[in-house]
């Protein structure tokens, strides 16, 4: 199971599936396993309480591809 974590500015707000919009610095954490299955999880930067990114069953074709793609979400969620 690969992990990469990425913390950022949402000026703008990121929705979360279980409180609504969330802003300020955030955390976002992918999680991609040997199928590619892909778990998006994201918190305010030091909080305890995890949420997740609307959506599900987000699979990659090819695992390695997770870095990548963990980046670019990372860019959109942070955009201004």
Partial sequence: MDKKSTTFTATHGVMTAEVGVISGELELL????????LTLA????????????PGKDYRLNDPSDHE???????????RP
């Fill in 68 to 78: 990548v793609v963990h980046r670019m979400l990372a860019a959109v969620l942070e």
């Fill in 42 to 53: 994201i918190t305010y930067a030091g909080a305890k309480e995890w949420y997740t990114l």
């Fill in 30 to 37: 992918t999680t991609c396993d040997n199928s590619g299955m």
